[in-house]
Structures are given as structure tokens and as C-alpha cells.
């Protein structure tokens, strides 16, 4: 398998997945056509499907125009049928998806949207998170609450420490200056931050990121953290030792950050 990320629209990323004994290839995520297409003909492949992660225009955007221009199946969550455009192949957590020869599993991560997937080829130790795990980061709460971000985020923080994390946004510069505001002295922080900033001058980017990265640098993988915790609890006095609440307070932090 390769992995092509594909820099679309303002900040977001699609990915080109190849598999490179069938010369085919799925989208993952497609916001724009010409790019894909583009992309493929560069690596001398088909693309034969798109896997949509959720139905936001940023991520599902080019279904219809790719539809329309070459054969493909659209995978997406069955119950967001009407909402994903053109899709072909409803799916949920347990079936498989099979790209030439490679396997992916749909894992059903609510809270984004309540119907957000993730993708994960095992075999590959490759999971594709949208706009559910960011780098250092985590979606908005725009379908879901706290807790239903919680339980979506372990079913990815169970995965192994090197599964690869391709995730849809290219945020990290800013998701890492957030987590080091909780927490200064995190030097896995520090660390990634002076990275990604040199990847960024460098026109690169910072995907893919790693589970194991994500457990010692992602303030909503690290609720259980003291030094998160006190600079939470110190910013809201009233805040109490709830992980919920710990994890809603640094998600509205976030959100005004
Ligand atoms: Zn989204
Ligand atoms: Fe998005």
C-alpha cells in the first residue's frame, strides 16, 4: 500500500490509497476531482472507490462529479444515506471494504457528526481518522457530546502505537501551540510543535502522525494527564475531577483558541 496525501480546498486533506499489485486505488475523502484524478495518473493507477468519512462538504464535496466521470463504488456510513452524495456501498463497523487487494474496516467514531466513520487497514497498520482525530487535536462537537467524543477517540487510542494516523485537516501547527498551553512542560510537545513548524516552512506536511505520537501529544487523548488537569481545573475553579468535564472544558477551550 501507498499513501498519497493530497493537499485540497484551504487546509484540508484528501488521500489517494494505492494498492500497487492491482494498480487501483481509493479516495479517501473527495472534496475535489481534478487533483485525484491527477494524482492517480501520476502513480499509473484507477481509482475504483472513494471512502467518505462524513457527510461535511469539505470531505464529500467531489462525490457526485467523480460519479459522474468514472466508474467508482462511494462507501460511507449506511445511516447517512441522503446525506453522503452518490453513495453506492452503505457500510458499518464489522464489514469490510475491500481496494484491489487491501482491507479496510469501517469504525464507526460519532460525535463530529453522528455518523462519522474511520477507516482502518489493519494488515497496513494505517487508520483514516477525517474530522475525528486530528494531529494534537480533535473535531468539533457539532453531533455529539463529550462523552460520545471520549468513547469515539479510545476505539482509536486502542489501536496499536505505530498505526499510522492520516487525519483530514492540517491543523497540527496550531493543535500543538493549544495542548502546550495546558501543558507547558510536555516536551513530546515542545518537541513536535518546533517539527511541524519546519515541515510547514517547508511546504510539507505533517501527516501521517502515529497513535503512539498522539497518546504522549494529544490534550483529548490525555484527559487522565495532571499537569492538563490542574490547568484545566485552574482556568475553571469549579470544574470538579469528572473526566467528562475535564474533556469538555479543554474541547470549549478549543474552540475559542
Ligand atoms: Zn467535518
Ligand atoms: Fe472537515
Partial sequence: ??????????????????DETEAVAAVVDCAEV?????????????????????????????NDEIAGKIPVRIYGNADDDGRIPS???????????????????????????????AYYFEEQRSVF??????AAG????????????????????ALPDSTKVYCGHEYTVKNLEFAA???????AIADKLA????????????????IGSERTTNPFLRTRNQELRE????????????????FGATRRLKDDF
Avoid at 91 to 101: A, C, F, K, Q, S
Avoid at 144 to 157: H, I, R, T, V, Y
Avoid at 195 to 210: E, F, I, M
Avoid at 232 to 239: G, L, N, S, V
Wanted: glycine share 10%; charged share 20%.
Fill in 138 to 157: 480533535c473535531g468539533r462537537l457539532f453531533e455529539g457530546d463529550p462523552a460520545q467524543m471520549m468513547s469515539s477517540l479510545a476505539k482509536l487510542n
Fill in 231 to 246: 490547568s484545566i481545573q485552574e482556568r475553571f475553579p469549579d470544574i470538579g475531577d469528572d473526566d467528562e468535564d475535564i
Fill in 87 to 117: 453513495l453506492t456501498d452503505g457500510v458499518r463497523e464489522g464489514d469490510t471494504i475491500h481496494v484491489g487487494g487491501l482491507i479496510a474496516r469501517p469504525i464507526l467514531v460519532p460525535a463530529h457528526t453522528s455518523g462519522h466513520m
Fill in 181 to 187: 498551553t495546558l501543558e507547558p512542560k510536555n516536551k
Fill in 1 to 18: 500500500m501507498r499513501v498519497v496525501p493530497v493537499p485540497v480546498l484551504h487546509d484540508n486533506y484528501s488521500y489517494l490509497v494505492v
Fill in 129 to 134: 481518522t477525517g474530522d475525528t482525530l486530528f
Fill in 34 to 62: 481534478e487533483p485525484m484524478l491527477a494524482a492517480a495518473q501520476q502513480e499509473g493507477v484507477t481509482i475504483t472507490s472513494v471512502l467518505s468519512t462524513h457527510h461535511h462538504y469539505d470531505h464529500i464535496g467531489g
Fill in 195 to 210: 517539527w511541524a513548524g519546519a515541515r510547514r516552512r517547508d511546504g510539507q506536511p505533517t501527516v501521517p502522525s502515529t
